[in-house]
């Protein structure tokens, strides 16, 4: 096993397939736009303090109290000029800590307040994201969530269809899970199956396996936002695990599974990183990704995701290649795309740090 730092991880390149782009605000510039566009509900205009209090919001280990901080988030993304802003800081941002490929969330529904219509929200969106990524390695397309507590989801669905030549890859619903199953929004999932587009279903987060039955079995999702309640269908002593027939499905369908083990810490999936089911699920060859759900809440980036894996599990650059490689494989971006970013920048660079780890070794 090749021996994964922190500073070897922060070069290596990441793929994300879970991101919230209002979850990932630098708290600066939400104070910033709040004074330019006129939000007036900050609980702090000090930016150290205000996000303390994000991240002290966030670890209520309850998925709806988590969801309350996005109030602040969303209230200052009304305007184009914005949103766009906050799309380029995101893209940035990311291109910075080396992931390589990204598709980033958002439900345009929420940034209507001021009269946006939901084609200008996404232009808003994609202009942010194509300045942010110019010349850097970063691939980053967007996915269209609907509110699974509102009532839009084909229109959200529709939205995400129109867009896909675009910079659109997928759709999504998003929000509270628990008394808002994925069959309520059956006829949006239908419409995207219908187009041959994709569709990823936050599941099995605050939820467990019935949820994760609709979206998989009834409402065709391709990838499981979260999904991490599976570990419900699997029993038994470590190295003796027995599966049940949901849990098989989803490992011999290989169905991506997006977990986010900090943002689960938060919400009270588990106490711990250590003890999160993914070092389980990963063993199990679950088709396992790592993400970041919600930057700014969680205090979190692909980096400090991947350091505290290694940490908690003892795991080298050849688990966060084997991870990296789920999620392209996973990534709703064309198939020559998805080859050219694994095969152009995934594999090389992971075989030169190796290398370059087994180097310092030797020299010592």
């Known amino acids: 096993m090749t021996t994964a730092t922190p500073e070897i991880l922060l070069r290596a390149p990441k793929a994300l397939l879970h991101d919230h782009l209002d979850g990932g605000l630098r708290p600066a510039t939400v104070i910033e736009l709040a004074s330019e566009y006129g939000y007036k509900n900050l609980p702090t205009t000090d930016v150290a303090d205000l996000s303390k209090w994000f991240h002290r919001g966030a670890k209520r280990n309850d998925l709806v109290l988590y969801l309350e901080t996005f109030a602040h988030t969303v209230g200052v993304m009304q305007d184009k000029d914005a949103i766009e802003r906050v799309a380029y800081e995101c893209a940035h941002d990311l291109a910075a800590e080396g992931v390589v490929y990204a598709e ?132 038994g002593p470590v190295g003796s695990e027995q599966l049940g027939r949901l849990a098989a499905y989803v490992r011999d369908r290989r169905i991506p599974l997006e977990l986010c083990p900090t943002s689960n810490v938060n919400t009270g999936v588990c106490g711990s990183i250590a003890e999160h089911p993914i070092g389980m699920l990963r063993r199990l060859r679950f088709r396992v990704t790592v993400n970041t759900d919600n930057r700014l809440m969680s205090d979190t980036s692909m980096t400090k995701e991947f350091v505290q894996l290694a940490e908690a599990f003892d795991w080298g650059l050849e688990d966060f290649e084997w991870l990296t490689l789920n999620a392209m494989k996973s990534a709703f971006a064309p198939f020559p795309e998805r080859l050219r970013i694994i095969n152009g920048l995934v594999k090389p660079r992971y075989a030169l740090l190796k290398a370059e780890v087994a180097m310092g070794s030797n020299d010592r």
């Open 104 to 235: 980033v969330r958002m439900a345009p529904e929420l940034c209507t307040e001021k009269g946006l219509t939901l084609d200008e929200v996404m232009q808003a969106i994609l202009d942010g994201f194509a300045r942010g990524s110019a010349g850097t390695d970063l691939t980053i397309y967007a996915i269209c969530s609907a509110m699974r507590t509102a009532r839009r989801s084909l229109e959200i669905a529709d939205l995400a269809v129109r867009w896909r030549d675009r910079g659109v890859v997928g759709f999504d619903i998003a929000g509270a899970e628990a008394g808002h199953p994925p069959t309520r929004h059956l006829e949006a999932f239908n419409h995207v199956q219908r187009e041959n587009f994709h569709s990823t279903i936050h599941a099995g987060e605050a939820f467990g396996l019935p949820s994760i039955w609709e979206a998989v079995q009834l409402c065709g999702a391709e990838r499981l936002g979260h999904g991490v309640r599976i570990v419900d269908d699997i029993s």
